[in-house]
């Protein structure tokens, strides 16, 4: 194929109007080109080209649940996106139709890459994974898909005020089946054998939830699993200062130290949210070479805090950004995401000359997401040798009206209304603003109705996370008024 006189955004930030030649996935020339006979051709005359954006923090099992909650913190909205008991199983069709509805906002809003960190409730099966990874196959989006387990019992993972939990409720807790180690390890195998690598588009990575949320061994497991088989880890780290009070409640340490001791921290790691650091956490972080998702609209919702980006930034840290999941920020639109990364840290600090901009914000919406999932050589920037993740917009429209900064339109301007062909490993996902593999219209109309039965049908769940409600609250309250040894202002302040 090759894309015909489009305005082709260059890794420096420029944009320049180039022919693009793609073959088997990948850009092989770029320049003023002569056609082949075999070419297909795609006219870009109107169109800016860019690279897709690399969304690292989701979780597609809460796509349902759009719209649906506000004004919790995390530890209690967990409750309802994550009941404890009595969670409602999804049919393979719901599942399915669930995680389209991820794929098509994410693709139309110039998104190519998802980190799915995949939490299935009540349990991830292997039958469960294939719905989710037939609907990625499906829309033709690149997807790592992080297999998320944990092997602790609920109330040993979040202090909250026993006393305030019937023993009806803890027995309950008690019952609930946890997967061990061992047979979280054995999914991942089999979900790996099957589908890592399949169309040069799907990969399958290890999901400890969080290290407050794990055993040590299971933490020890996961890192010489991943090491073995050369995967990525992504594990919930610090999202909260709750979270930082756990740490040296459990173990008399921060969790990040925790972490080194385990030697769990490494370059195939990726800290999701990476909030409530003490200064040295943000060494440990620096010198093991892991990523930290920047998921800030999440954490806005949840109250959770404001990550120190710009001081990780200043130590080396690689760091990507997420949407995270559809019930703690009920929009999936990267772009948007982008824009209050290049507009939030300047409010951190007066000095103005070490102030984040555009071009820092799409750095981490590009190259450090291809860095967070191990393809920092291969994806993120418009280049020959890279693979053809590539995004058209309409260039009559309002964001790019008049053309000053191809860039800094992109990262302010709101664009994704205006993407009009996406392209993933040099295939066609979106055609004409629409997507081009699956009937999105049937789509809508399913996941409307799927959707709000599963809602509906949530309710009687949601009965008994309101019996847990008070004991966490009280765990809550009692946690943000801890000293954590974080110094800094952000947020959860009480
Ligand atoms: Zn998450």
């Not at 005359?45 to 690399?54: K, Q, S």
């Not at 990726?270 to 060494?283: F, G, K, M, V």
């Not at 008049?402 to 979106?430: D, F, K, M, W």
């Amino acid at each position: 194929m090759i894309i015909k006189n489009g305005l082709v955004l260059r890794p420096d930030g420029s944009a320049q109007t180039l022919d693009i030649r793609i073959e088997r996935g990948r850009i092989t020339e770029l320049g003023a080109l002569g056609d082949r006979s075999d070419d297909q051709i795609l006219d870009a005359r109107d169109r800016l080209i860019a690279p897709g954006l690399v969304n690292t923090h989701c979780h597609s099992n809460e796509n349902y649940f759009k719209g649906c909650f506000d004004n919790l913190p995390l530890e209690l909205w967990l409750l309802f996106s994550y009941p404890v008991l009595s969670a409602p199983r999804q049919s393979a069709r719901e599942i399915y139709v669930r995680t389209m509805l991820g794929c098509i906002e994410m693709l139309r809003s110039g998104c190519t890459t998802v980190v799915d960190f995949l939490y299935e409730m009540p349990e991830t099966t292997p039958e469960s994974v294939t719905a989710v990874l037939q609907a990625y196959r499906d829309s033709g989006m690149r997807v790592l898909l992080i297999v998320g387990y944990s092997d602790k019992v609920y109330y040993e993972t979040t202090p909250m005020a026993m006393e305030m939990l019937t023993p009806e409720l803890k027995e309950r807790m008690d019952r609930e089946p946890l997967p061990t180690p061992e047979e979280s390890l054995q999914l991942v195998d089999a979900l790996r054998e099957r589908w890592h690598g399949l169309d040069n588009r799907i990969a399958i990575g290890l999901g400890p939830s969080g290290p407050q949320r794990c055993s040590d061994r299971e933490l020890e497991m996961t890192a010489e699993y991943a090491a073995r088989h050369d995967l990525r880890i992504h594990i919930h780290t610090l999202e909260t200062k709750m979270q930082a009070y756990t740490g040296r409640l459990y173990w008399g340490k921060t969790i990040i130290e925790h972490l080194h001791d385990l030697n769990f921290l490494s370059p195939r790691v990726s800290l999701n949210h990476a909030i409530w650091l003490t200064e040295r956490d943000i060494d440990l972080v620096a010198e093991s070479g892991a990523t930290a998702t920047h998921n800030l609209l999440s954490n806005f919702k949840l109250g959770s805090g404001i990550s120190p980006v710009p001081e990780m930034l200043a130590r080396g840290i690689n760091i990507s950004l997420g949407t995270d999941g559809k019930s703690s920020n009920d929009s999936q639109d990267m772009y948007e995401v982008v824009k209050t990364v290049a507009l939030l840290h300047k409010t951190q600090q007066p000095e103005f000359e070490r102030w984040l901009g555009a071009p820092e914000s799409w750095h981490m919406g590009t190259l450090g997401g291809a860095q967070s999932i191990g393809l920092h050589d291969e994806l993120g920037r418009i280049e020959v040798g890279q693979r053809a993740d590539l995004v058209l917009f309409d260039r009559n429209t309002i964001p790019f009206t008049p053309l000053n900064n191809p860039l800094h339109q992109l990262v302010y301007c709101l664009p994704s209304s205006t993407v009009r062909t996406v392209l993933v490993e040099g295939e066609i996902a979106v055609d004409d603003g629409r997507m081009a593999r699956v009937d999105e219209v049937e789509l809508l109309r399913e996941g409307n109705e799927l959707g709000r039965a599963f809602v509906e049908r949530s309710g009687a769940t949601f009965e008994i996370s309101r019996k847990i409600f008070p004991a966490v609250a009280a765990g809550y309250r009692h946690a943000v008024a801890q000293d954590v040894g974080v110094r800094r202002h952000i947020g959860n302040e009480v």
